[in-house]
């Protein structure tokens, strides 16, 4: 644990097994009650860290609020277990929802496997990728009742005066907490230093890379001096970042147009297993199930704008979805 500013701590949750290594969750001390800022995995190693810090600044459980900037479960799944009957547990209205079902309905993974299916996705190594997501396993089984948070809904705990900015994009509901006098923005996963927030989709109804770009572009118009991030270091460059961020996903964008024209048409897996990627392994044979779903979940995105975009076209769709190269058509 770390203090950041009066009466504002970090507190590095670890998230075992997980390539993310450990989550950023925060702490506003207020006088009376008290705000934490995401919770991490519904597992031991998580809820004792959290435990650990409010003990050693002799905060009790029963006098805390919750913040969840989205509704991952390395940032809501312990919310059922730490939730006092008193608590106010705020998030947007879209992402509470699924965090109180996912982990006690089977709704929310059945839509996404079967577009997974459409994508490509071979069954046997879907089937695995499901059992062993995060969200699978380490989600809250007790739904809470959330207060619904919109953009510019406003909290005050203590010295901290808190504005809510909503930034869909990495989850639909996603909402980053911005405290104007302090001019620091509690990112979440919108906008991380040094690894790229995932950005995916399993339906033809959005195109989300587009709408995380503008959420992009939205944080950039604030006055921020500190990032507080959901993963890895605190930074000061907000700016800095976001152009970073666009960049690399304008190389995505410019890579895959490179794959299809190289290869063909391909579904949004094959296309996935063509492109670069920084992780560890050496081949995609060697990935992991559940980081292939995060893979080709990103490649749908990217895909999905570009088609909207008129840059690749739909070669095929039964069963499979295929795209090919829109030709004589640039990339932007």
Same mark, same amino acid.
């Given at each position: 644990?770390?203090q950041?500013?009066?009466?504002?701590?970090?507190?590095?949750?670890?998230?075992?097994?997980n390539?993310?290594?450990?989550l950023?969750?925060y702490?506003?001390?207020?006088?009376?009650?008290?705000?934490?800022?995401d919770?991490?995995?519904?597992?031991?190693?998580c809820?004792?860290?959290?435990?650990?810090?409010?003990?050693?600044?002799?905060?009790?459980l029963?006098?805390?609020?919750?913040?969840?900037?989205?509704l991952h479960?390395?940032?809501?799944?312990?919310?059922?277990?730490?939730?006092?009957?008193?608590?106010?547990?705020?998030a947007?209205?879209?992402?509470?929802?699924?965090i109180?079902?996912?982990?006690?309905?089977t709704?929310?993974?059945?839509?996404?496997?079967?577009?997974?299916?459409?994508?490509?996705?071979p069954d046997?190594i879907?089937a695995?990728?499901?059992r062993k /997501?995060?969200?699978?396993?380490?989600s809250t +089984? #007790?739904?809470?009742?959330?207060? @619904?948070?919109r953009?510019?809904? !406003? =909290?005050v705990?203590?010295?901290?005066?808190f504005?809510?900015?909503?930034?869909?994009?990495?989850?639909p509901?996603?909402?980053?907490?911005?405290?104007p006098n302090r001019?620091?923005l509690f990112?979440?996963d919108?906008?991380?230093?040094?690894?790229?927030?995932?950005?995916?989709?399993?339906?033809?109804?959005?195109?989300?890379?587009a709408?995380?770009l503008t959420?992009?572009?939205?944080v950039?118009?604030?006055r921020?001096e500190?990032?507080?991030?959901? /993963?890895?270091?605190?930074?000061?460059?907000? +700016? #800095?970042?976001?152009d970073?961020l @666009?960049?690399?996903?304008?190389? !995505? =964008?410019?890579?895959?147009i490179?794959?299809?024209?190289?290869?063909?048409?391909?579904s949004?897996?094959?296309v996935?297993a063509?492109m670069?990627?920084?992780?560890?392994?050496?081949?995609?044979?060697?990935?992991?199930?559940?980081?292939?779903?995060f893979?080709?979940?990103?490649?749908i995105?990217?895909?999905?704008?570009?088609?909207?975009r008129?840059?690749?076209?739909?070669?095929g769709?039964d069963?499979?979805?295929t795209?090919?190269?829109?030709?004589n058509?640039?990339?932007?």
């Amino acid at each position: 644990m770390e203090q950041v500013l009066p009466n504002l701590y970090r507190v590095e949750v670890p998230l075992p097994n997980n390539p993310l290594r450990a989550l950023n969750s925060y702490l506003v001390v207020g006088p009376r009650r008290s705000l934490l800022i995401d919770t991490g995995l519904n597992r031991a190693e998580c809820r004792e860290a959290l435990l650990g810090a409010l003990t050693n600044l002799g905060i009790d459980l029963a006098s805390l609020d919750f913040f969840i900037t989205h509704l991952h479960a390395d940032h809501s799944g312990l919310i059922g277990e730490l939730a006092g009957q008193e608590a106010t547990i705020y998030a947007s209205a879209a992402d509470a929802a699924v965090i109180n079902s996912m982990g006690i309905s089977t709704e929310h993974w059945d839509r996404m496997a079967a577009y997974a299916r459409r994508s490509g996705f071979p069954d046997e190594i879907l089937a695995e990728a499901i059992r062993k /997501h995060p969200g699978v396993r380490f989600s809250t +089984r #007790r739904p809470v009742p959330f207060i @619904a948070v919109r953009e510019g809904y !406003r =909290l005050v705990i203590g010295d901290y005066e808190f504005t809510c900015i909503t930034t869909p994009g990495h989850t639909p509901g996603h909402v980053c907490l911005y405290e104007p006098n302090r001019k620091i923005l509690f990112s979440g996963d919108h906008i991380l230093d040094h690894i790229t927030p995932n950005i995916s989709l399993w339906s033809d109804e959005e195109n989300v890379l587009a709408v995380y770009l503008t959420s992009l572009e939205k944080v950039r118009r604030l006055r921020v001096e500190l990032v507080l991030p959901g /993963h890895r270091r605190i930074f000061s460059d907000c +700016r #800095r970042r976001i152009d970073e961020l @666009a960049e690399h996903h304008r190389q !995505r =964008l410019v890579e895959i147009i490179g794959i299809l024209e190289d290869n063909g048409a391909l579904s949004a897996y094959e296309v996935a297993a063509r492109m670069r990627w920084d992780l560890s392994y050496s081949t995609w044979e060697d990935f992991p199930p559940p980081q292939k779903w995060f893979a080709v979940g990103e490649a749908i995105a990217h895909l999905r704008y570009l088609e909207e975009r008129g840059q690749i076209r739909r070669a095929g769709c039964d069963p499979v979805i295929t795209f090919a190269h829109s030709e004589n058509i640039c990339p932007g």
